[in-house]
């Protein structure tokens, strides 16, 4: 299984009834495999929050349930987060957070690790996907024993690495009993103070059965060396250490102190390999116990055997790569027929200002389009742009826009675009609809009409509810329709109050309408004028100095065909 399969498996096995997400690699495949359970409730939540709401109503009602997300996604959860800290739970309640060193498909790679820490929570961390289906076995029962919710760790490496799995038969976990108890779950001020109270006193017992937690392990090797470590850290370290003795820590918070300062007297160098901040490394620093770790070892991206080779033995990385030879690079742009390039290449014509957002659509930044200006979390592109407007005046709004996509908007946008009506803002939003959530594997979305089953569900309309919020103009354009786009984008602008484009085309990769079609160049009408490479279609490149469609990527979207003001780029029938 995939580390992320295994989890699903773990939650399923033992007896989880509801599981909730919002999808995000690395964690997406978590929701995915359990939604195939129909054992288990499952569902896509329009957003983190809503995800550890769900789950924990679904929790205080006396189900075992699930949420899983990406780190930043903890981000936009940690409200519900810190006061389901205080309330506790009653059937099981357990986090899957997926951080990603490295930023493999992230805007930054913070350490969930320090949540776990400021919500005085549980926090385990698993090493490969055998314990990813172990540790979420145990999590359900350490999240009952303690009365409150369990964060599971990950990272990319043990989320998307497949290994053998033993695995055992669905436990029938029977509701708890519901009773109601306003002192423990109303969170008004008394009765908060008093549950921080129980908060630190679980934390202090937590922190005791810490040091016998069975996946906080010594393995004693040869020599005088030890390794504090955890997570994929740990496989790394194994290889590159070999046969010394290790502290393999399951729980990451709290931290184990009695167990890490006797396996400190028992070595005399001491090693902390851990990816990302220095976490377990300051918990050994502050007993007192001398430690190398990140004098040694980077902060930034992930790390590897090479990398533990090189900054702890001097050992240079062996390489295939001869002196001199250059290795092509090859950065991410968006698809072939991708609908979000016509919009792009309208914005970079108009020179507009284009503060952006996440999703497929962020690759509009990257040449040849270059179109956004900025791009920071989930929504922020509209609060961003009223933002701006209020710093420097209605004449600069009318040239810029704010792009999001239709999973995006639904996530966190439809606040940013309230505040601006209410505000008597005037900016222009483009909602980038392409039916799905497409950067993270085509999942779908309150907007698609389905559920994470596949089942019929209401369509949520984004022109609607724009409407329903208070914008008045609200215009629904085909991002190939370029002419008409364009004219949208500049009347738009222009009108001196809110309003909303919708720029509708269905993801390539979900339906070409058109596969039996595709374009070629008539080299006698070709002029070289290279407005069809302004584009970045991938399908269209220059050899030899002539222009060319490479047919087999060609979705046969024809927009170029629109854009040749020589008519050399022609519609073709296989």
């Not at 007297?265 to 901040?277: C, R, T």
């Not at 072939?336 to 200002?353: A, E, N, Q, S, W």
């Not at 004449?395 to 940013?416: L, N, Q, Y």
Request: a neutral charge; aromatic letters at 6%.
């Amino acid at each position: 299984m995939l580390g992320n399969e295994a989890v699903a498996w773990g939650a399923y096995e033992a007896g989880v009834t509801v599981a909730t997400a919002y999808p995000g690699t690395p964690s997406t495949e978590i929701t995915e495999t359990i939604a195939k359970y129909q054992e288990v409730y499952c569902e896509w939540a329009p957003n983190e929050k809503v995800a550890l709401e769900v789950a924990a109503g679904a929790a205080i009602g006396g189900a075992r349930a699930l949420c899983a997300m990406k780190h930043v996604g903890l981000n936009v959860a940690a409200d519900p987060l810190f006061t389901l800290s205080y309330t506790g739970i009653n059937g099981g309640l357990v986090i899957v957070v997926a951080d990603d060193p490295g930023m493999h498909s992230s805007q930054n790679e913070q350490d969930s690790r320090f949540y776990a820490r400021a919500a005085n929570l549980p926090m385990l961390e698993p090493s490969d996907a055998q314990e990813c289906r172990d540790f979420l076995v145990e999590a359900f029962s350490l999240s009952e024993k303690f009365d409150c919710p369990v964060l599971v760790r990950l990272s990319t490496r043990v989320a998307h690495t497949r290994s053998v799995v033993e695995t055992g038969e669905r436990k029938v976990v029977p509701l708890r009993d519901y009773v109601k108890n306003i002192p423990k779950y109303v969170m008004m001020p008394g009765m908060a103070r008093r549950r921080h109270e129980e908060v630190e006193k679980r934390t202090a017992l937590l922190a005791a059965a810490a040091n016998t937690f069975p996946w906080n392990r010594v393995e004693r090797g040869a020599g005088e060396t030890g390794v504090v470590t955890s997570g994929i850290a740990y496989q790394y370290a194994r290889e590159v250490f070999g046969d010394v003795s290790y502290l393999k820590l399951g729980m990451v918070y709290p931290f184990p102190e009695k167990l890490a300062a006797a396996f400190a007297q028992e070595v005399k160098e001491l090693y902390v390999v851990e990816e990302a901040e220095p976490f377990l490394e300051a918990q050994i620093k502050q007993m007192g116990q001398k430690a190398k770790g990140k004098e040694l070892l980077p902060v930034t991206g992930e790390l590897s055997p090479a990398l533990l080779r090189e900054r702890i033995f001097g050992e240079k990385p062996q390489t295939d790569q001869q002196p001199g030879e250059e290795i092509p690079v090859r950065p991410p742009v968006m698809c072939p027929g991708c609908p979000h390039r016509g919009v792009f290449y309208v914005l970079k014509k108009l020179r507009l200002t284009v503060t952006g957002d996440i999703g497929c659509y962020t690759l509009g930044a990257l040449p040849p389009n270059e179109a956004l200006d900025a791009c920071v979390c989930m929504g922020a592109s509209i609060g961003m742009l009223h933002g701006m407007e209020k710093a420097r005046g209605r004449e600069f709004i009318k040239k810029a826009v704010a792009v999001i996509g239709d999973s995006t908007f639904i996530h966190s946008g439809i606040t940013g675009l309230i505040d601006i009506v209410y505000n008597k803002g005037i900016s222009t939003v483009i909602i980038l609809d392409n039916a799905t959530t497409g950067m993270t594997g085509h999942q779908d979305h309150p907007g698609t009409g389905r559920t994470v089953r596949g089942m019929p569900a209401e369509k949520l309309d984004p022109a609607v509810l724009a409407k329903a919020v208070g914008v008045r103009r609200v215009k629904v354009v085909d991002p190939f329709a370029v002419a008409e786009l364009q004219k949208t984008v500049r009347e738009e602008t222009q009108a001196g109050e809110p309003s909303v484009i919708i720029a509708r085309r269905p993801c390539a990769l979900l339906e070409r309408a058109e596969k039996h079609v595709v374009v070629r160049v008539n080299e006698e009408k070709c002029r070289q004028c290279r407005q069809c490479l302004a584009l970045g279609c991938p399908a269209v490149v220059e050899k030899e100095g002539r222009i060319q469609i490479n047919e087999a990527l060609c979705a046969g979207c024809l927009l170029c065909t629109k854009l040749c003001p020589f008519g050399a780029v022609e519609r073709v029938e296989r």
